[in-house]
């Protein structure tokens, strides 16, 4: 855990947080900011800063993110009408927060 992360505050529980799933390996959350009627954030509960500092090693853990958001999209209602899954990669791509996350949105009309 990075002490000054605020995604290890919010996984280890130390930031109360309303979670939408939680397994041993992840959390899931909704976005403060939504982009979409449905916006949820998948993070490992490892503290990994981007994709950029993937391993291989790191393979279950990402594979364990995209099983979370089928299920949570299934669990929303969304699964038919399909929803988007992705990754914003340090500054330049959009992250603000560096640890690793996968983002849900989906739910337009
Ligand atoms: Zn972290």
Redesign the pocket.
Known sequence: M?SD?L??KIASGEINTQFLMETDDLVAFKDINPLAPVHVLFVPKR?IRSVNDLTEDDGPVLSKLIFAAKEMARQMGISATGYRLFFNVEKGGGQEVF?LHMHMIGGWE
């Open positions: 990075e992360c995604f290890c503290h640890h």
